[in-house]
């Protein structure tokens, strides 16, 4: 089972480009988010979605945007690349049963310069 | 806003010792709990599921308990081993909803052969 696969796995951009970052996942779960993590620091949601079609913001979502056309993936597009961007990327997905836990992607590390 | 507070931070055992992290919150409100393992430059790795309506969960030398009224959640590991060295995060749903999880900073373990 492929679980959550995210990529690029590492990516180094110049400030002001843009890129998106891949999420996919093959366990037919309706919930998917995205969250960053800056060293030494906790994981903040960036933004999440609850299926298809459907999108909301988090915690930290400026800088950021997303798209959900299919239940498989979830991409999140960064637009003109900022230092304070440079964190590691997570994308997780989950059940929609109420107490059902959390998948995470193994990361994907992006430095802005 | 909901606060996640993980103590202590690091810590430092030698190999066998059984050891306790503890996480605390200020909201009650909770639908589950749940504790990662996160490895250096690797993702999360769920370890326990801690539903609202559970006082704890077991899984091999794991063991997490959930207090509500006090808002803490413990996590013992026994007889622990090198390969336990990681950061352990705990995360619950936020308040509001049943799928975005706050996560703490972490504890980050050491196991020293």
């Known amino acids: 089972n492929a679980g959550v696969t995210q990529t690029p796995k590492f990516r180094i951009l110049k400030i002001g480009q843009s890129m998106t970052l891949q999420c996919t996942q093959d366990m037919n779960h309706n919930y998917m988010y995205w969250y960053r993590q800056d060293p030494g620091m906790g994981l903040k949601l960036i933004y999440y979605s609850v299926g298809a079609g459907i999108t909301d913001k988090g915690e930290v979502p400026n800088g950021y945007n997303v798209s959900r056309s299919t239940t498989e993936d979830f991409p999140l597009r960064l637009e003109l690349a900022a230092p304070s961007q440079t964190s590691v990327y997570f994308c997780a997905s989950s059940s929609d049963r109420r107490n059902y836990g959390y998948t995470f992607g193994s990361g994907t590390r992006l430095t802005v310069v | 806003k909901q606060e996640v507070t993980q103590i202590p931070a690091a810590l430092s055992v030698p190999e066998g010792e059984n050891l306790v992290l503890n996480c605390s919150f200020t909201d009650s409100a909770i639908y589950n709990l749940q504790w990662f393992r996160q490895d250096p430059g690797k993702g999360l790795t769920s370890l326990l599921l801690?539903?609202?309506?559970?006082r704890e969960q077991t899984s091999g030398r794991l063991n997490a308990s959930l207090d509500k009224s006090s808002g803490r959640s413990t996590l013992y590991i026994a007889a622990s081993q090198p390969g336990d060295s990681a950061t352990y995060l705990c995360?619950?749903?936020?308040?509001?909803?049943?799928?975005?999880?706050?996560f703490g900073s972490g504890t980050q373990l050491t196991v020293l052969p």
């Open positions: 995360a619950w749903p936020r308040i509001g909803s049943a799928r975005q999880l706050t």
């Open positions: 801690i539903q609202s309506s559970q």
